[in-house]
């Protein structure tokens, strides 16, 4: 089971970015994040009139790694590590490990 999923709040913890929170986008092969807003970079982009893209320079957001971002709390409102539960009925959850606090509902 995946400890960050797509749709996840999350705040960054390392980088230029420390301290900024945003949602998941995408989740690229396991490793790399893509959150929204953060971790900008301008892109050149050559215009393509088929796919009606215009040139020029672009704002785009660029992948994070994983281990610079940790999930975010709303009870703590602090980043807080991901933990796995196994419940009665043999469903698993993610669990946030400072409370116990179960993250999917």
Known sequence: MSRIKKGDEVIVIAGK????RGAILKVIEGK???VE???MAK????????AGVTGGI????MPIHISR??????VTKKGDRVGVRTLENGRK?????????????
Do not use: A, C, T
């Not at 970015?17 to 900024?20: A, E, I, M, S, T």
């Not at 971002?69 to 709303?74: G, S």
């Open 93 to 105: 959850v993610r669990i946030f490990r400072s409370n116990k606090e179960v993250v999917d509902v």
């Open 37 to 39: 807003n953060l971790n």
């Open 17 to 20: 970015d420390k301290g900024r």
């Open 43 to 50: 892109k050149h982009q050559r215009p393509n009139p088929n």
């Open 69 to 74: 971002v940790m999930l975010f709390n709303p």
């Open 58 to 61: 672009v704002e785009r957001e």
């Open 32 to 34: 790399r994040v893509i």
